[in-house]
């Protein structure tokens, strides 16, 4: 008797285990499948808040790049009643109001991106900078004139990198 007695106490202990072991198996995964869905939803609203914010960036830092552009900025900065000193001054205030209003963008866009548009910053200061000191003489309405027509080849690039993200979303 104590043989059957011992067998079934083992076969009971070895049942109950194998009971729990398939309990905690079965936990685990429900909570691998609950984890993994709440991820999924968790993903899905960051998509749906996320994207937009994207969008409004790209736009925000498009339309900045625009608005540097020297026929806009010149356009819309130009006044023949001004001086020389205060045409500059303007000019590069408002590359760099416009440019401060905008940083936050930088959130979401990429690295590249927003060196790009930093880097075409930089590159309408020097060119303004570099017409005033290259015609020390000259007055403002040939300054505008000398301006409108200059190319800037970063501009270019900011605004492909831009629309470049935006068609990856």
Do not use: G
Request: no cysteine; net charge negative.
């Amino acid at each position: 008797m104590d043989f059957i007695n011992i067998a079934l106490i083992v076969l009971l202990i070895v049942m109950a285990l194998t009971l729990v072991i398939q309990f905690m198996r079965d936990r685990k995964q429900a909570n691998v499948i609950d984890n993994k869905s709440r991820d999924d939803d968790l993903s899905v609203i960051s998509a749906k808040l996320l994207i937009p914010l994207k969008i409004q960036a790209y736009e925000r830092l498009l339309l900045y790049i625009e608005r540097i552009q020297f026929p806009v900025l010149v356009k819309r900065i130009f006044n023949p009643a001004i001086s020389r000193d205060d045409f500059q001054f303007s000019l590069l205030q408002n590359v760099e109001d416009e440019f401060e209003h905008n940083l936050a963008q930088r959130l979401y866009v990429s690295e590249n991106t927003w060196k790009l548009v930093v880097l075409a910053k930089e590159e309408v200061l020097q060119n303004i900078n570099a017409v005033f000191n290259d015609n020390p003489d000259a007055d403002i309405a040939m300054i505008a004139h000398k301006l409108a027509s200059f190319n800037n080849p970063m501009v270019e690039k900011a605004v492909v990198s831009i629309k470049r993200e935006f068609n990856a979303l």
